[in-house]
């Protein structure tokens, strides 16, 4: 495993090979101390340290709290206080703040927040629960499937009970509710009726002439599976459809906020750049120590392109966007896209007068734009005899 900490940029900062067991949990308060000892005074001390849930257990926020670090993460489901904000949200739906959406995309997601109060572990914090109407498309798909589930295990239920016959009226109810509450249905409200019947008993042998059928009371249940109660489904909706955010700094906004805990995905790009096939292909290593060299030197790969990648943006800010072959328009170059414009770029050894030197032979126009960007002069790098 590999532990990764960038800057709001994705600049890598520290990078750290992990035993495949690791816990995050346990790892990120030994983690910290780390952090505390390497990183300059002026940029741990002023800003968010932004992570996941892990982040969220007493031993990391008390170390967080005990070297004046401020935090931000996300506060998990099974939380009592995540239960609580979200019912103090929903109860009071009207004073959710828009946000918008955070990317010019069409279909972007759009953000509604709100702000509550709570304690974490002894700690005042403030929560913001957050609502993504794309978590609606998201969610929605998975909760129609549950809902059909259990529909589906009632009525595989329902024709087993109905098929079966009962002696009494109290051992027909009693299986019934047996049944339903092994269930645990969570989306319907099955009811149940026992009815009573008079069916034949037919005994071995003739019957007497002229004697009354013998018969006997058998019991029998019908079990009715009712549509899920609209409400129940909307408050669930609505709980999916929101995480919950905490943190203890008291200054920043609510978009601030969102935009710093979205911004950790600068990280997990990292792990993908890491992950694609040009950059870690198959291999085989038979010592541990050579592992964790693979792994740092593909921290130190990722950390070379994310510092292209940060200067290349920054002087593409002021000027027209990268126009590559294929027409795509890009304001702000992908790694991927930086790496492959350096790809094109043709050399030709020259020879002249007993003198050797190397000149650019071909560079197409959008690696031209990269190369300069870099901070490289195309009149001046290779043109000197060598």
């Known amino acids: ?20 067991n690791q816990s995050d949990k346990a790892w990120h308060p030994e983690w910290l101390e780390t952090l505390d000892q390497r990183l300059p005074e002026q940029l741990w001390r002023n800003d968010l340290y932004v992570s996941d849930s892990a982040v969220i257990s007493p031993k990391a926020v008390a170390k967080l709290a005990e070297l004046q670090v401020k935090f931000l993460g996300r506060l998990p489901e099974n939380y009592k206080l995540c239960r609580d904000v979200k019912e103090a949200a929903w109860a009071q739906p009207d004073q959710f703040m828009d946000l918008g959406s955070f990317s010019p995309k069409k279909h972007a997601a759009q953000y509604r927040v709100q702000f509550h109060s709570g304690s974490l572990y002894d700690q005042a914090v403030r929560c913001l629960v957050v609502h993504s109407d794309a978590l609606d498309k998201r969610k929605e798909k998975a909760l129609q499937h549950e809902v059909a589930q259990e529909r589906g295990q009632l009525e595989r239920l329902q024709e087993s009970l109905e098929d079966r016959r009962f002696s ?49 009371q058998e019991y029998r249940l019908q079990l009715t599976i009712p549509q899920p109660d609209p409400q129940i489904l909307k408050a669930e909706r609505e709980r999916r459809s929101t995480f919950v955010l905490v943190t203890d700094d008291q200054h920043f906004g609510a978009r601030q906020l969102l935009e710093a805990y979205k911004g950790q995905d600068h990280a997990e790009h990292g792990f993908r750049w890491m992950k694609d096939d040009p950059h870690l292909d198959a291999f085989y290593v038979q010592k541990p120590d050579r592992v964790a060299g693979i792994g740092m030197l593909l921290t130190l790969g990722l950390q070379f392109v994310r510092w292209m990648r940060s200067l290349v943006r920054t ?72």
């Open 315 to 386: 002087a593409l800010q002021d000027q027209p966007p990268l126009v590559l072959p294929d027409k795509r328009v890009l304001p702000a170059p992908s790694d991927r896209v930086i790496i492959e414009s350096l790809a094109p770029i043709w050399l030709a050894k020259v020879r002249h007068q007993g003198q050797e030197w190397y000149q650019w032979a071909a560079v197409p126009p959008h690696s031209a734009r990269i190369l300069q960007a870099l901070g490289t002069d195309l009149d001046d790098i290779f043109s000197a005899p060598t």
């Open 1 to 20: 495993m590999l532990g990764l900490t960038v800057d709001g940029q994705g600049n890598v900062l520290l990078g750290q090979m992990l035993d495949g």
């Open 168 to 216: 009494c009226r109290d051992d027909a109810a009693l299986a019934a509710e047996s049944a339903l509450r092994e269930l645990h249905c969570k989306w319907h409200a099955p009811t149940f009726e026992v009815h009573e019947e008079t069916v034949l008993r037919r005994r071995p042998g003739r019957p007497k002439k002229d004697a009354p059928p013998p018969t006997r």
